[in-house]
């Protein structure tokens, strides 16, 4: 960290801080500019409360130099991550392979559940989504099918090959969700939820982890390190949009994140353009830029009846409307040269 | 809710608009306008998923009209609700006195727990916060004492009487943190985990519920219907800064929301200025200003020594300015007809 | 506009309401619902202040109906408008072919104007940009060099026959500028800077409208409809990043504005990624994803010394990046049935 | 400023770098840490262009150290500045006297102005705002009485012995506005418009100028350097609310700019509750809590008939709201050592 010290910092107070950072079994070098003076603190600071710092009389600001977290991060490995979904060699997600995970918002009941698993299935989808457990702002509306949910998506796994990506929303969910899911997501609302992170953690599935509703890069990749430093490495991040300004969409998708997480980490990226627009309309657009713009994944909402979808009608598209999109990625992965 | 037709939908749109909002078991009245038919639906619609709606074509959007909650709204009780936190009489927030709780952001040992506690006191304070479980962005950050915490926390009151409002994460933790605590604190990472809103809602010990990082006033006060709508009726809501592109501060301190929540809810409103700036250098003067903006109670991290705090030094003020706050926001309260 | 009545509203207030209504000269549809009665305004409303009616006593809310730009809505024209920059045929935006502006952030001087303008014409760029007068947040940064830059600009076309698209800050540039520029630039700053965007409408050049800081699409629009109102029907729409809570970029590229734009206007839309990101190593791929998400041109940073550059280096590219992202654009496009 | 190099980068990108600053006419530390190098520079880079060097091979990234503001610093001037408006000698603004300024948002009509203005200065006020320029994001709207308007405020003054405060939109329009007006605003809309800085900057007359809808505090005071390096040193920073996603306000009122924008510098601060809220039933809880987190002024829209107003009737309140509020701020203003 670099300390900068207040414009008219007495030389006590310079001395103040540099005792504090030996304290820290940390080394100083300070440096006494023109107008400020600066304390660059040498050593591995990563794990300091540098807020404490901030405190000390005569200091402007502490800046951050080294990234907090360290698993997540490529300087630890350079190589890109692929995780695989499920038993089935084809549904990856990292490598040159696009992998594509559809489906209906909420697992409503048998016949809707198959009819759209067939249907992406069909047109290449190699994961099913459906929620069995759903996260709803209000307490009032449907909360999911539960563990009846979660047999459907195991009947579905069965009759159509898809790994099974399902939400587990809390800590004493998690050693039922196993049983049934190939792979664990962590939903937006819940990426702070630490204790679900360590519980996920401590499992030997791959987790989707989706990004916080206003969280920042670095925070999202804290969030995969708190799993990942439990010894479950299979971590996949997922852009869903983040909370702005804007009100013609549910969210703003953020593409600029998918090479900025590539930069910064190994974890394969998954963009998620149904929740990062809320608009039926504009999610086509958004599955070909993200290809374009290098994302290892999508997640996408589809449903056969989206009048009648008791979740998320406004941003499903129709099993025609994913067929159409699935032939349009293609020819643009291919000009990246990536498959779907 | 307003159902909004495109310009140039066709009659056989509005009439399947009409025959949906029929099978929901609700009344329509369409209006033809110069430019767009609108159909204004008729009944409670509260709790039907309108994004279906949105999904229908030849429907431009779907405007809610009716608020979605139901038990934390001033339309249900026009008297303002008072929460009483543990057995001290005087230690209430929503009546004509304000309630002021303060400490430490964490729990960190006996000395510095009960100097501080013992201080706050002394100054006015009613209630004691401290966190035994903490949530951390980053796993390897100090995660909080745990129940040692807790037992620390119940001998601070014991020793004081001030009541004790402390932090609790998880499900599985509510049963051991209701043990100790007069007031169950919900953070803003976690105003939406639902599992944990429900397991608050159903003990019987008043909540302070955090704003989320990026709530809406809808989703908090859905937030606090969750923990209503199981039975616990004891909600104090709180406004801790929300996040937007400021960098100045940690968090952009809304304090419109003071008033804006107290004419939605009859639930009392708490402010945060320590989390809601992240300055120990802003912090007396958003005091100040929450009073006067009509809150009806603060609450403030106060550490003995922010040199050495092992979280949030940077936003915590000390003891003496502790009790020149004090001083001021009496002033103010007594100006707007309210004591502190 | 619907106007929501508060619960609890009198019959006398409604009727208070139906009178405004009328003195605007408009009829009104009274909805009584279970809940809450709703006035439906009927007629053309879209310059009314609907603000005014926010303030009467029993309203609780005013929901506008009708887009409040005409001109620049596809309900006006269904047709994508195509704009032509200068007199190379093949310098268009909005048909087919995608347009490539590029250039410099600012004309430095003759050799680096040249230089870099011959780079982006051999890589298949139409337009050149380049800055002569620039809006700096700083007084004490280089401001442009004024109308010398205009002559190098010229110069740069005389030899490249690339269309020049440039910067206009104020009113009594506007004469100066169009002697110089095919294409009147309206910078982010000055989106809603209400008297240039009059003065460009006044001229019959295209302009480039950027998108404002933090502009909604619905006041992005409004803009366009101030230069179109008054003649000048040749505008380009250009997003180029939102203003939100990231840090890792210096804005965020919203480019789910593209399609959602092209569907509430005929405008062609073009994207900035330079700006939209403000860092050179995301540039690429912002740049292949706005094609693959429909942009109908692009408009990027080059210099051919970022190091050296008065402004701007870190989102600027080489030449050598720019012709390599040239390439994987042109296969992009190819895959969305379009050219560069 | 402070580069901080890759992890990985090696000593000829140091050693680039070194060279980089040298030729700055800068010095630099060089120092070599556990996992990074970073390159303290040394001496006044605050008028460099720091995103060049962050263009660098092996850069990570550029830490600015100064405040790249001068003269609106407090470091330059410890004494807090106190603007005269007019001549009446109570009508300051940065004393210890609160100056209120009040009108409406347009001036209207002779009635209109004169009855609001008589009544704002009966309750306390010393200054009177009005609109006779009007920047309206729809070009369909009311634009303001233009010279009219401004001839009535005169007369308004003449009646009232009011400061005038009125908007001026474009360099063009200064001339005939200083003739009119004792104080000259400058919108939120143009916080950035740099031509009109300038000439504001050229004359002699205090301005009040607006925070942009999303300017981050240090572009705020580079705005108003702008003025000041032009030899203006008349101006009075207002707070007036930023954007965020916050739905149930026009924008969110950031009370915690005041005393951060009090420390970083010594010009006034003014805030403007009317659009800062945009809600008439928020306004007065926000004078309040403003006059308590130390304004040095108030702004705010006063309309004798705000459902017949022609712009911002939701946000305006009547002349006894005014009085009742005024009352309300004189008890408050007292509790913390201030006068209105």
Redesign the interface.
Known sequence: M?V?MK??STPQQVEHVVQ?VREMGLKE?V?V????T?V?V???D??K?R??????AGVEKV?P??A??KMASR?IKKERSVVQMGSDPLATVGGKKIGIIAGPCSVENKTQLLEIAHAVKEHGAVGLRGGAFK????????QGMGEKGLELLALARQETGLAVVTEV?????VELVVKYADVLQVGA??M??????NAVGDQRKPVLLKR???A????FL?AA??IM?RGNHQVMLCERG????????RN?????A???LQ?ASHLPVVVDPSQ???????VD??C???????ADGLIIEVHND???????????ITPEQFASMMK?IK??A???DREV
């Open positions: 670099i900068v414009q008219g504090l070098n440096i500019g023109e107008e400020r600066v660059a040498i050593g591995n990563r794990f409360d807020t404490a710092m901030e405190s000390v800046v130099i080294l907090p977290y300087e996260p709803r702002t209000n307490p009032y509306s449907f929303m809390a800590v004493d969910q609302r819940n702070q939820n630490f204790n679900l992170l916080g509703l206003s920042t890069l670095e925070e804290l390190e708190y430093s983040i909370r702005t300004y804007e009100e013609y969409v703003t998708l953020a593409l600029a998918v090479p900025a930069r990062g627009t809320g608009k039926n309309y504009l657009s958004m070909r830029a993200s290809v374009a713009a290098g989206p009048e009648h979808a008791l979740t998320d009608g406004a941003q499903s349009a020819r643009i291919a000009a990246v």
